[in-house]
């Protein structure tokens, strides 16, 4: 590492029925290059063997350190995984989620380069129940003030990329609670985001270094809370800072309806994908310019239209299992040529949506939309 002094991280970990993945998980942060680190893991009331496992690497490890509560949601967990830290940087990863080992010591470097910044992001792709590789996320590369940039959209990704200034923390309150008293879990790492991009810059290292598990038992499938979710989180973003224009919110949810639209599909729910398709389309008609919707909106009309004509379901399971055929996807190679190429705005929706980011970060250019 460049730095003399390494100061000590806390790696914050909540785990509920984690048992599949909590092991692989634990070992991705012990195999960190970056060795002056604690791992917080605090079981939020699992029913399955995630306390003995924990327990069994703890035995091998001491780094690791393991905590119980009732159930109480992950905001919960992580607060209570926060306050029993001592480190000078909160790392948060969650249970299924891994880190590739010069994740911690790339980001403490670069925090300890960049003095104002109260967080550090990095780059991320996604993974499947057996680690193989689905996708790469965008290359955001964004630095200093981001705030209403990350009201557009949520750049930092998912909850187990950012690295925290532990006093930013304390300061902005840490995790918020409340969204689950409200049956609306999902947004808790992007909110906590917003807050701290109020108070400080935020910073980056342009690789990627996070594995976000993808699988539909996933938090991030339960597409009805995470739109709750959104909705309180915008609202009170809303009431917070009137100065920031209606446009910017209505482009951020076209965006985040296109989210859950791909998600909902992805998890089979095709009814509820196209009702967040519609919805994102009433907030923002540029969602047309997206070169997949005008197909899907075509594709569902037929399938509607399919099922009224034939009333018969065997033709109808035919019909669907023509109509959802999964294509071949990309290779392992061809996936991270592609997150590594730096290229232009390709189509329309991409030209309007490079436009909209030059708007509003003053011109500050991206690598990848």
Known sequence: MGIKYQPLVSAIVPAYNAEPFIRETLDSILSQTYLNL??????DGSRDATSRIVEEISSVDPRVKLFRQPNSGV????NFAISQSNGDYIAPID???IWYPAKIEKQVERLEQF???GCVYTLSVSIDEKGKLLDAGPAWDLEGEVYQALVFINFVGNASIPMFRKSVLERVGGYNEELRRHNAQGCEDWELCLRVAEKSDFCVVPDYLVGYRCYSESMSYNHEAMGRSYDMVMRDLRERHPEISKELFRWSKGIFYLYLTNKSSV???LRKSFDWLLRAIREDAAVLAVPWVP????TRLLRLSAYSITRNPRAWKQLRSTLSAPSP?????EILKTAQVKRPAECLWDRIQTKRWEQITNKRLVTCY
Do not use: H, K, N, Y
């Open 115 to 117: 003095s104002q910044a």
């Open 75 to 78: 905001a919960a967990a992580r």
């Open 295 to 298: 197909r899907c909106l075509m």
């Open 95 to 97: 249970a299924d989620d």
């Open 38 to 43: 604690e791992v917080i893991v605090v079981d």
């Open 329 to 333: 996807g990309p290779t392992f190679d």
């Open 267 to 269: 998890s089979g729910d």
